[in-house]
DNA sequence: GTGAAAGCGCTAACAA
DNA sequence: TTGTTAGCGCTTTCAC
């Protein structure tokens, strides 16, 4: 492995004027600077982060958890962190606590140490989990928190609705997820109306979409809006299982417009947001948060929450209504 | 922050002891170890990854590297990598590059110095990106290499072959993906038959399968093995819109069983493997050489090849071959 | 502008 | 069995 020491020997300088050459270039000479680079560069030099962080406090890496990693959803989110997090030549620790929330907090207390700072993504225990980290900062993606990044639930569940009412639809059905989801909650307060029927918690499964189909049938619902767009996938299938066409007597309105909703048939009319967008921002967040921290600005504890725009993506699913018969 | 000489202090013994107790406790006597483990657990200690890393030579880190974190094939592979790795305690650094070779290599370079050793899935550039990693062991997945994982893929054909045979199907056509896959080539190998017809290369998406549907139409097949699943679901459709049926007109298998498969409709037959279980065995592999490294035991730098079976799931997207007409 | 030296938190000889 | 000590590779005062 190379060293700063090799690097100083080539270049017939002493170790600190390295170290500086490479990480504050404007406090060394032009020339010296130039002849360090080139020489760090010939050598394949890598400065080694582990070594850095530990002088420096900083561990040029940031930590993110996620509940399934398999999940569509998590894995875009995961994609635009790793995008943004590599723009700023950061690392990032990847955690999938499956679900568990015992799981979270456990992996949370060592990704605390190895990062310096963490991104939770839809976290089953938030509270439990700042404990966990500590003083780092921490993002929350989907979750209320000092620094948030949010999709604009209402506006999405607006343009659903808009768009359902102007195909004639007057009977609307909501199918549920988990009753601990934080989206499900913003989602039902969003809903509210009078020809709104919310149902559930159901599963955020196919299986789940299934079971609500009787429901759904039931509430005479002309169109149904879905937890998520797997959610959607089962109650098509279940609805269509009793003789019912989609989306001539039934419209179906998924959520997250994950790749999924295009890949499927009908391709599913889908409440969205740019996903890897959530990841950038929340990436971005956090390292705002870093570099601020040391200067101490004005606001530099100051919350903030970043609102990404809700979308609808109008594809095969949704039709106009059914004549009432 | 909760340091070893924080724990040394408040347990009245030294530094070492503290390290010791807790890192090799048969070296402390049990009293004092437990005394140790007791004051640490109630002060919250942590121990800093980085620092004993640093002092030890290994990082407790193990890196991933993938072309695309939101490709569902690859994000199972990612969770099976995080499952392991988190039981044998160590982090893992995800770098997805994007499908691009140059930062492949680039973030390949970063990566070695933060990690004990590198997990490449289906890397695009592989004697690249091994020269980029440098001594730190690499396993690669879906590739050749001293330490390997692969699929059996010879075994997935076969079965999908003799499945399509049994049904009737005489004439089977072959919807390839990119000419730089591993797996493609595989596959073409071990189809070879007189009675399979090769297509392609085509792009592994919905609009390259939609593109293969002319080409198979025209070669005669009554059944289709594609790339993956998402060529499938392009096939399927593209073949639809020109007014034939599927499976009645046309088998389809898809390959990878990655979720998508059964969430399509028709839910497809697919040629797959446990993709978890590649990510588990990789890092297994990886793991095993990392602990072994230092004893150098005979068969140190013995290379190890993990197969996985090849499976065939068999859904709705196959069925007995048309009359010849 | 550059060098010498003191650690960051930890582990691993080496002593006792 | 336990303590003392010397660093791992780097950044960062503090002198010059």
Redesign the pocket.
């Known amino acids: 492995?190379?060293?700063?020491?090799?690097?100083?020997r080539a270049a017939?300088?002493?170790?600190?004027?390295?170290?500086?050459?490479?990480?504050?270039p404007?406090?060394?000479?032009a020339?010296?600077?130039d002849r360090v680079a080139a020489i760090a560069a010939e050598l394949g030099?890598?400065?080694?982060?582990?070594?850095?962080?530990?002088?420096?406090?900083?561990t040029g890496a940031l930590g993110l958890l996620v509940p399934d990693l398999a999940n569509p959803y998590f894995a875009a989110v995961a994609k635009g962190v790793a995008e943004r997090a590599r723009e700023h030549g950061l690392g990032v620790f990847v955690v999938d606590s499956d679900e568990d929330p015992a799981v979270e907090v456990e992996v949370l207390r060592s990704l605390a140490?190895q990062t310096d700072g963490v991104i939770l993504a839809s976290p089953r225990a938030v509270e439990a989990d700042r404990e966990a980290v500590g003083a780092k900062p921490v993002v929350v993606v989907n979750q209320d928190g000092p620094l948030a990044v949010v999709t604009d639930v209402a506006a999405g569940v607006r343009l659903a609705l808009e768009h359902l009412r102007g195909l004639g639809h007057r009977r609307i059905a909501y199918v549920g997820g988990p009753a601990t989801s934080w989206s499900d909650a913003r989602r039902r307060a969003a809903l509210g109306d009078a020809d709104v029927v919310a149902l559930g918690p159901h599963h955020p499964t196919v299986a789940g979409g299934a079971a609500a189909a009787d429901a759904v049938v039931a509430s005479g619902a002309t169109a149904a809006i879905t937890f998520n767009d797997v959610v959607a996938v089962g109650l098509v299938r279940a609805v269509r299982e009793r003789g019912l066409r989609v989306p001539e007597d039934l419209s179906v309105v998924g959520c997250d417009d994950t790749f999924l909703a295009a890949l499927v048939t009908p391709a599913l009319t889908s409440i969205g947001t740019d996903l890897r967008e959530v990841g950038r921002s929340a990436t971005e967040l956090l390292v705002g948060r870093l570099t601020a921290a040391p200067g101490s600005g004005p606001d530099d504890a100051a919350p903030a929450t970043i609102t990404l725009p809700g979308t609808l993506t109008v594809r095969d699913s949704t039709t106009t209504a059914p004549p009432t018969p």
């Open positions: 492995m190379v060293t700063v020491r090799d690097v100083a017939g300088v002493s170790i600190s004027t390295v170290s500086r050459a490479l990480s504050a404007e406090m060394v000479a020339p010296t600077r030099y890598q400065p080694n982060r582990a070594a850095a962080g530990l002088r420096a406090g900083r140490h």
